[in-house]
Every structure is written in C-alpha cells, then in structure tokens.
C-alpha cells in the first residue's frame, strides 16, 4: 500500500496530554513531507485553535477544521478553499431548542470560537471543572448573548458545540438533538457533543480534498481517537488508531499504535511511510 496523504486529528492523537506536538512527531511529519506525502490535519478545533507549533510544521499545507467544516490552505495565508456550514435554517432549529437550557456554548464562525461571556468569565476563574478552563480563556472569544450572535451568523456556521457538567444531561440532550432535521452530531470529549451540518465531517472534507490533490481514499493513511475520527477513518486505506483511542474506534482501526503521550503518531508514520 502506498500513503500519499496522512490525515491527522490533534487532540488526544498528534498532540500529548499537554496539548504539545513532541520532537518526535515533528520530526517524523517533516520527514513524510520531504518525501512528497501530504500531511493534512483534520480537527475539531477552529483553524485559529490550531497550536502555532502545528502551523509552524515545515511544509505543512492544509487545516481541515470544525470537523470538517473548512479547509483552509496554510501557504495561501489561510485561505478557506472549501467550506460545509450547517444551513441557516438548521441553525435556527437547533437554536430554538439550544435557548431553553443553560448549557455552555460555543459556536465556530470564521475560523474563530465564540462563547458566552458569563462561561468565559467562570473559565477565567478556573470554575468549569468539566472543562480545561486555560483552554477555553486561550482559544474562545466571549460575546454577552451567545444565541444572538448565532442567529446573526446563521448563514456561516461550522459548528455548535455544547458542554456539560454531568453526563445525564449529556445523554437527555443526544436523544433531543439526534432528532433534529439536517444536521450530523458527534463529540471529541466526553464533556461535549457537537453540531454540524447535514454532510458535514472529517471524511466528506478529506475526500474534497482528495479529489484536489489527486489523491484517492486507498492512499490515505487517517489517524484519531474519538468518535468524530470515525467518518474520516472508514474511508481511509489505512485506518490508524492511537492506544489511549476510545474502544470503537480501536476496532474500526487496521492498527493501533502507541498514546498520544508515547509518540504513537510519529511511530505509525514511521512504521508505514517513512520505513514501509
């Protein structure tokens, strides 16, 4: 089997427990670059979420975000070459029900995060003890009515991600949302679950870009760890997990590599790539 393109996810995958890209792992990408092989990063952040360390990967080109929502083209500052929002009208369904709860909220709009400011505020506080608090002051913008600025952005929305404290209402609200029309839901945390349009994935975007870069789904080698990583995982040649990955998608993989902290992505690219 030949790899001409590596889709990575980022979080609990190519990043550690600190959220760092190791030596190792940037080491070994650099490399499959020099080698003609394009490495793609496929996440559910926002593209200005993406660590400058992952931005500043020598030769990198493309950020496939919001979980498949955008790709923007890192050589071409960022530029969006493709886009899959969730529709306007799905966005007001989803908020019509959103608004009856209290649940933190993030909504992901030109490749920026949006929450409410009254969440923000307790995150810089450090009192949201289901969530990375640090994470949430580094990465998130606040805005004083979070369902105000959704509608107003209705026609340009990646993604709507909701947080909770407890997993009883995380499993109430799945039953809710999985009955709403024209969207597609999954989560990345155990703390959250996440909206997005009707195609919207991992995998629909990487075959857009597959079909860019001439490169079919039998050369692709996917590497993830959670449930959003399972679409872009079923279409690729070689399906990677990594060992601290949840059980589903263990068994969805060909091959299951070291953790994320134990340089498990850059030892898959070495095993199939760089060495195969």
Sequence with gaps: MTIKLIALDLDGTTLNKSGR????????LEEAIRGGIHVVIATGRTFSAVPEEVKAIE??????????????????????????????????????????WDFMLE????????????????AKQGGLPYRNSQYVVDTRNPVDDIIGFTLE?????????????????????????KKLPDVT?????????????????????????GEILGVSKDEIMACGDSPNDGAMMSIA?????????????????????????ND??????EKFVLEG
Aim: glycine share 6%; net charge negative; aromatic share 6%.
């Design 21 to 28: 890209l190791s030596a190792r792992t940037k080491a070994a």
């Design 59 to 100: 030769g990198i080109e493309y950020i496939l975000s919001s979980n498949g929502a955008e790709i923007r083209n890192l050589q071409k500052d960022g530029v969006c070459i493709y886009s899959n929002y969730i529709s306007a009208e799905a966005v007001e369904t989803a908020v019509a029900e959103l608004k009856k």
């Design 107 to 122: 909504v992901f709009v030109g490749g920026i995060a949006y929450t409410d400011s009254a969440h923000y505020e307790l």
């Design 153 to 177: 952005h209705k026609d340009r929305i990646e993604n709507i991600n909701i947080n909770f404290d407890n997993q009883s209402d995380r499993m109430a609200m799945r039953e809710i949302l």
């Design 185 to 209: 839901l999954t989560t990345s945390f155990d703390h959250n679950l996440e909206i997005g349009g009707a195609t919207t994935s991992k995998a629909s975007a990487l075959e857009a870009l």
């Design 237 to 261: 040649g070689l399906p990677v997990a990594v060992g601290n990955a949840k059980d589903e998608i263990k068994a969805m993989a060909a091959y299951v590599t070291d953790t994320n902290d």
């Design 264 to 269: 498990g992505v850059a030892k898959a690219v």
